[in-house]
């Protein structure tokens, strides 16, 4: 599940090795993915690519031509943008965007597993700040986020605020559980009920946690990026492991499609939360 870290690096070694290429064809096989028509995707032939970033877990490819364009990408729960040396046969797949760039290369949007939930739009750069994915979103998470005591002030549980994007963009699922244990936080811990220095520790734990994976891939990840990226997660999953802090057994609840991973020593005073789906398996 691609979050704030994940994206950046995407965006950092694509970025890099496409700034000033020239775009020679663009596809969207079948027609999920794409999510808009005008302009359409032939607007890319000729253009120039100006760079790749990142606008919380969304990519933003920026492309120079007769008419400043972007495409914006989200990647969802199980897509990646990939830059390959060799062009994919007729046959692929997993692709839901191709661009074929000079040098051979093409710089492909692929989905792995049955859900297709990635998606891309080609829009007018002027348009990008007003898209609906964009306008909402709250500050970055990483490097620099507003202090969390003006923030987070809503009566719900960090586990839930802390991934809503528009309060705070870039964290979901994965790093979430991790932040919250650097913090030794409760995820239901209600952010109303932070008191000050509980606030800076979770926003501390917060820019460490993400700035730290991103040093992690800076160190390890090479385009074309993999399809699986080796996230340095302590506790997210690793539940009937020992916390590498304490050493007490970590807990998990498990959700429909998700766990969120904690250690009951650091976090929740000793309780072990009750986990839904073994109550409902006991009921
Ligand atoms: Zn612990």
Request: proline residues 8%; negative net charge; hydrophobic residues 40%.
């Amino acid at each position: 599940m691609p979050e704030l870290p994940e994206v950046e690096i995407t965006a950092r070694r694509l970025g890099a090795a496409l700034a000033g290429a020239e775009i020679e064809s663009a596809l969207a096989p079948g027609v999920n993915a794409l999510k808009t028509y005008d302009p359409p995707l032939s607007a890319l032939e000729g253009a120039t690519i100006g760079g790749v970033r990142r606008r919380g877990k969304h990519l933003i490819v920026d492309v120079e031509g007769a008419e400043p364009l972007v495409l914006l990408v989200h990647l969802m729960s199980a897509g990646r943008l990939q830059l390959f040396d060799k062009r994919a046969g007729p046959r692929n797949r997993t692709s839901r965007l191709l661009v074929r760039v000079a040098g051979d290369r093409e710089l492909r949007l692929r989905e792995f597993g049955t859900k297709q939930r990635a998606w891309v739009k080609l829009l007018r750069a002027d348009a990008l700040d007003d898209d609906d994915a964009l306008a909402a979103l709250g500050p970055e998470a990483w490097p620099d986020p507003p202090p969390f005591e003006e923030l987070l002030t809503e009566p719900r549980p960090l586990h839930s605020l802390l991934r809503d994007q528009h309060v705070l963009t870039g964290i979901g699922r994965s790093w979430v559980d991790e932040i919250l244990w650097t913090a030794q936080l409760s995820p239901f811990k209600r952010a109303d009920d932070l008191v000050p220095l509980e606030s800076q520790r979770l926003r501390e734990a917060t820019v460490e946690r993400l700035g730290g994976a991103l040093e992690h891939y800076e160190a390890t990840i090479e385009l074309p990026i993999p399809d699986k990226l080796p996230m340095p997660l302590l506790v997210h999953r690793h539940q009937g492991e020992p916390c590498p802090r304490c050493g007490t057994t970590l807990e998990a609840v498990h959700y429909e499609d998700y766990v969120m991973t904690y250690c009951p020593q650091c976090q929740t005073e000793g309780r072990v939360l009750k986990d839904r789906r073994l109550s409902r398996l006991l009921k």
